[in-house]
């Protein structure tokens, strides 16, 4: 082989060697690069992932805190409207006992209770009040019960109430504490205890 051969043949060798060299370079950076962008990849999804996992967390609990604060609020509502229709119930009782006071079973009402009161007393001393918007019915009552009554200072919304002291025991049969009583107790069917 002459030396222009050799040279050629060596430059034909170097080249195919620089060449496969320069492949395998090339290659081995193409994996690497490959790797780092699947594992660039596989952190953007996780990262994505975790986002997307906080953010719906957060809206959930959003929307549970939105929902904690209407029903809330509809409770609240929902109680001032019964506090509101339990006083005009009560108003209207009122009127109605007002009106009751005004009839004929009124007298009898009071008369009766008069005379339980002596019955549970048993001739121990004692003393029956009578409102004072009903004093006007005092002497008929005495007279139809046998008894003395006192017109009390306070005013009870009608009924009557008696105290034997001997015992401390108060009979109450006034409506101003049965409507008291009531009121406290009053409950919407269905509902909470409003007021």
């Given at each position: 082989m002459t030396l222009e051969e050799k040279i050629s043949h060596i430059q034909t060798v170097s080249m195919e060697a620089a060449r496969a060299e320069g492949n395998?370079?090339?290659?081995?950076?193409?994996?690497a690069l490959e790797k780092v962008f699947e594992d660039?990849?596989?952190?953007?999804m996780h990262q994505s992932e975790t986002r997307v996992r906080a953010e719906s967390t957060n809206a959930r609990l959003q929307r549970n805190q939105a929902m904690a604060k209407a029903q809330l609020d509809l409770k609240r509502e929902m109680g001032r409207v019964q506090q509101e229709l339990k006083d005009k119930v009560f108003a209207e009782a009122a009127e109605l006992v007002q009106a009751f006071m005004r009839t004929p079973d009124y007298d009898?009402?009071?008369?009766?209770?008069?005379?339980?009161?002596l019955d549970y007393a048993k001739w121990?001393?004692?003393t029956i009040?009578?409102?004072?918007?009903?004093?006007?019915?005092?002497?008929?009552?005495?007279?139809?019960?046998?008894?003395?009554?006192?017109?009390?200072?306070?005013?009870?919304?009608?009924?009557m109430r008696a105290v034997i002291r001997g015992r401390n025991v108060l009979?109450?049969?006034?409506?101003?504490?049965?409507?008291?009583?009531?009121?406290?107790?009053?409950?919407?069917?269905?509902?909470?205890?409003?007021?």
């Open positions: 395998e370079i090339i290659r081995s950076y193409r994996a660039h990849k596989r952190e953007a009898a009402f009071l008369e009766n209770c008069i005379r339980s009161a121990e001393e004692m009040y009578i409102n004072p918007s009903d004093e006007g019915k005092k002497e008929e009552l005495e007279r139809r019960t046998g008894t003395r009554l006192t017109v009390s200072a306070e005013d009870f919304t009608g009924g009979i109450d049969h006034s409506f101003k504490t049965s409507l008291a009583n009531e009121y406290d107790q009053f409950i919407f069917p269905g509902g909470d205890e409003v007021g």
